[in-house]
């Protein structure tokens, strides 16, 4: 952490970044782990803006904006990508908000990645508020557990499971994360970073009994959540991770993975099938909808923050893509769309290109979880704090602090 301060030039000592810094990673805390214990949402963004986003501002202002002046290409695409989500917000006859409301949201964006590049470029600190956000996910997933089958007693049998999937503590409101395919894409991340801690540093035995049992809890929660796309977003970015860290610990892990997948499939493959017979959720008729309208919207969006309008056969509609490709395309256009997927496929080769350093290939993990979920599951980025902040501008974050050099010269 040293490093990082010294590197600072100008007004500030060592003793006011270094405050600025923990202050910054105190928000970063509030606006992951908070989504589990602030049960009020007015309290939970006044948080946030005197933990993280004040602290955010004034860091960029006393380095002189100097994320702001980066000629990187992924820096580059970002910014573009954040002005064109203005202007269509600002301009559109289409957007549902006004320009003050977009223009909020962009900054609000840009602070939130800001902060997490700067905490990303100490690894010593970026690893201590890892840890913290796991050990509250695995202590929440845990009680959790302990009150939805110990105290309520639900049936642990596939049909009752199945119908009371996880997505809140159920007590006082805690934990509650509004529907399951959130709860499991937001849990998901948890398992990445508890792969992340393993694979690249050393532990103490009692550090890693401590792993395996807060893993256990968080991955037994994202199972019962019956969210498919956390599933396979969890399996896709810890086998990127694991594949390019490829040390004894990751083939190690690969290898219990495999068979413990193996194990679970043979035991229980009356419920592989169930779920499969499940299919697409209907998710097909949805994305046919957006096809039959894509010539009303593709070349300049139907607006920011538009609702695509669905209604099925039994009257139960449906206002959003149900994939966040397909949203924003909707929302902003063949230029909107295609500067997202300049962004993502820069951020990739950026986390490539430093893979030799633990931090990026986190980020890298990270962004893959992401953009597996985005397919079916993520329906916007764009609006204020939510998990799907955590699932996207998290990582987004990391990778656009990466510096091309050693990361553990940083801690």
């Known amino acids: ?15 006011a970044f270094s405050y600025l810094f923990l202050l910054v990673c105190l928000g970063i805390f509030i606006q992951i782990s908070g989504l589990l214990f602030n049960q009020d949402g007015s309290k939970y963004a006044t948080q946030l803006y005197f933990s993280l986003f004040i602290p955010s501002l004034f860091l960029l202002v006393v380095r002189k904006f100097d994320f702001l002046v980066s000629c990187q290409l992924s820096f580059i695409l970002f910014f573009l990508l954040l002005s064109w989500v203005f202007l269509v917000g600002a301009l559109h006859e289409g957007s549902v908000r006004d320009a003050w409301y977009w223009l909020k949201v962009v900054l609000l964006i840009l602070l939130y990645v800001y902060a997490v590049s700067v905490a990303s470029q100490s690894l010593t600190g970026f690893k201590i508020l890892v840890g ?66 393993f694979v690249c ?17 968080v991955a037994l929660y994202v199972m019962f959540t019956f969210s498919r796309g956390a599933w396979f977003s969890v399996i896709l970015s810890a086998l990127t991770l694991l594949i390019i860290s490829f040390n004894r610990k990751s083939q190690l892990l690969l290898i219990l993975g495999g068979l413990a997948g193996a194990v679970f499939i043979y035991l229980y493959w009356s419920v592989f099938l169930a779920e499969y017979t499940v299919g697409l959720s209907n998710r097909d008729h949805i994305w046919d909808n957006w096809f039959h309208h894509l010539n009303a919207f593709w070349i300049y969006g139907a607006g920011a923050g538009a609702e695509l309008f669905y209604r099925f056969s039994n009257g139960f509609e449906v206002v959003h893509a149900h994939s966040l490709y397909l949203q924003l395309w909707y929302e902003y256009g063949i230029v909107g769309i295609s500067l997202f997927v300049a962004l993502l496929l820069s951020l990739l080769w950026k986390g490539w290109q430093c ?57």
Not at 1 to 15: A, D, I, K, S, V
Not at 201 to 217: E, K, N
Request: glycine share 10%.
């Open 1 to 15: 952490m040293t490093y990082f301060f010294r590197r600072q030039r100008g007004g500030l000592g060592e003793g």
């Open 132 to 197: 913290c956000v796991f050990f509250v996910s695995a202590l929440f997933a845990w009680l959790t557990l302990f009150n939805q089958y110990g105290v309520l007693d639900r049936p642990l049998v596939y049909p009752a499971v199945r119908s009371y999937r996880l997505f809140e503590l159920g007590w006082g409101g805690l934990a509650d994360l509004r529907h399951p395919v959130v709860a499991g894409l937001y849990y998901g991340i948890f398992i990445v970073l508890a792969c992340w801690l």
């Open 201 to 217: 540093f050393p532990l103490r035995t009692w550090q890693i009994i401590s792993l395996v049992v807060c893993v256990l809890g």
């Open 355 to 411: 893979r030799e350093q633990p931090i990026a290939l986190l980020g890298l993990a990270l962004l893959v979880f992401a953009m597996v979920a985005m397919i079916s599951d993520v329906y916007a980025v764009f609006h204020r704090p939510s998990p799907y902040w955590v699932i996207f501008w998290f990582p987004v974050g990391i990778l656009l602090g990466v510096q091309r050099k050693p990361a553990t010269s940083l801690g």
